[in-house]
């Protein structure tokens, strides 16, 4: 049986003070997609509100698999996403939230969500997240009242790339946030390809890293 991945996109187009343009970072999305795809898996796309997602960094789009996933399926697919609520987690083998700076806005809370990530991880399915995507981890509580963070081996966008990046406009800095909830933060020197699992959870640092994150998670689900 092919293996079932759910990508879950934020719906955020603006962010911060300045309302900065932003959305679901292309690459983040499309090369993991390539690589599911690669895989032969089924890969389907949820939105926390079901609204159309965004995309951010189309002046990327010029990378193989970037164009690939705008002229082919990927994008018409991720167009239709269905609302989170709509669907039936409990049938795939593995999420993933890609970054972008767009979950920074309405992943750190939705409690949806929160279910979704917490009840994927306790059955022992696959949870990756890449670059600002570690923000759908934030207060994530586990049935023994832990949070999902305390202690595991964590990546995710640092503040030493946020100077430079978006500093300004995101609400905090996520390498600080992950890091309080008790994870233990690993990550290279800044815009190096850079990602861990602990377990089933799987993180990537930045962009360069998306491809990793997908790699590891694929072995995950292929060992299972």
């Not at 951010?56 to 193989?64: E, K, M, T």
């Amino acid at each position: 049986m092919s293996k079932k991945i759910l990508i879950i996109v934020s719906n955020a187009c603006v962010i911060g003070p300045n309302n900065r343009r932003t959305g679901n970072f292309l690459p983040e999305v499309a090369h993991p997609y390539a690589e599911f795809d690669r895989a032969k898996y089924q890969i389907d796309f949820a939105s926390l509100t079901g609204d159309t997602p965004f995309l951010d960094a189309l002046n990327l789009a010029d990378d193989p698999d970037n164009l690939a996933f705008l002229v082919g399926k990927g994008w018409d697919s991720m167009q239709k996403a269905k609302k989170l609520s709509d669907v039936d987690i409990s049938q795939y083998d593995a999420i993933f939230m890609p970054g972008g700076l767009a979950p920074m806005v309405d992943m750190p809370e939705h409690p949806l969500l929160k279910k979704v990530v917490k009840e994927t991880y306790e059955r022992g399915a696959v949870v990756g997240a890449v670059c600002h995507g570690p923000a759908s981890l934030l207060n994530v509580k586990l049935s023994n009242d832990n949070l999902l963070l305390a202690g595991k081996n964590i990546s995710s966008f640092t503040n030493d790339e946020e100077e430079n990046y978006a500093k300004a406009d995101v609400p905090f800095e996520l390498e600080t946030a992950l890091t309080k909830q008790g994870a233990l933060f690993h990550k290279t020197p800044p815009w190096q390809a850079f990602s861990i699992a602990d377990g089933n959870l799987v993180t990537g640092q930045n962009p360069a890293s998306a491809k990793g994150v997908a790699e590891k998670m694929i072995a995950l689900l292929e060992s299972a």
